[in-house]
């Protein structure tokens, strides 16, 4: 099976169109997994993103507890602050690692963040611009994947914009992995062997999951929102990322 993902991203990588997901004006849509990718460090999460919005914070992926909102990690775009990628965890209270330089609007970014260690967590823009945190913090109860937004109870924190092929490693990703991410490295051949999910949003428009081709989680855009399928992502394509 892990082959067939590798031909199939030699595929991808040869043919110069990717697909990505278009989160429309931060407004309640996101795709979710009913399972914590990772529960404990170390992990990496990388994914290109496209903000059409500067001024929300809009969360990349996250893996949370949602029965409570004191649990999770976090890779976000904080436009509420100062525009920096964040890689944050919170158990009772919120840790984070910023980038040391800001993210531009309508332009595709390489995010990457890095728990090395309960202490320990990095994150990158682009390859570069590492930012660092220290504070100890180990969050329980993690039973959920979702992109797009934060779900730690109700979903907060959506996305606006644009998200790229989103994957998750269960290892440490090193600071010349971050440049190979951004420089267009497929994940299944960025420390394939540590790759614990890879999901490509390759969504047609209208489609309401996406599939993680390595844990097989099924990321569903639809019956999350008490007022219907309202919030599920919509398919587009962007040329030339990878």
């Not at 913090?137 to 790229?164: C, E, M, Q, W, Y």
């Not at 081709?213 to 587009?236: C, E, Q, S, T």
Request: hydrophobic residues 45%.
């Amino acid at each position: 099976m892990r082959r067939l993902i590798l031909l199939l991203a030699l595929l991808c990588v040869t043919v110069p169109v990717s697909a990505g997901r278009s989160f429309v004006s931060a407004s309640s849509q996101y795709l979710a997994a009913p399972t914590a990718v990772f529960t404990s460090t170390p992990a990496t999460i990388g994914a290109l993103v496209n903000t059409g919005d500067v001024s929300v914070n809009g969360c990349v992926v996250s893996v949370g507890d949602t029965a409570g909102a004191a649990d999770w990690h976090m890779l976000q775009l904080d436009g509420a602050a100062l525009d920096n990628i964040t890689a944050n965890t919170r158990a009772t209270t919120t840790v984070s690692a910023k980038t040391t330089i800001t993210f531009t609007g309508g332009v595709w970014h390489s995010a990457v963040g890095v728990w090395v260690s309960s202490s320990s967590r990095l994150v990158y823009i682009d390859g570069g611009s590492e930012g660092t945190d220290s504070g100890d913090r180990s969050p329980a109860g993690l039973d959920a994947t979702t992109i797009g937004a934060l779900r730690r109870g109700p979903a907060v924190n959506f996305f606006s914009g644009r998200i790229g092929p989103v994957a998750i490693w269960g290892a440490a990703l090193s600071a010349q992995d971050g440049v190979s991410h951004a420089a267009g490295m497929w994940p299944p051949f960025l420390e394939a062997d540590k790759l614990t999910m890879f999901v490509p949003m390759l969504g047609a428009p209208g489609d309401t999951t996406e599939i993680d081709m390595i844990g097989g989680l099924v990321f569903d855009g639809a019956g999350h929102n008490p007022v219907g399928a309202g919030h599920k992502a919509i398919g587009v394509s962007f040329p030339g990322v990878f």
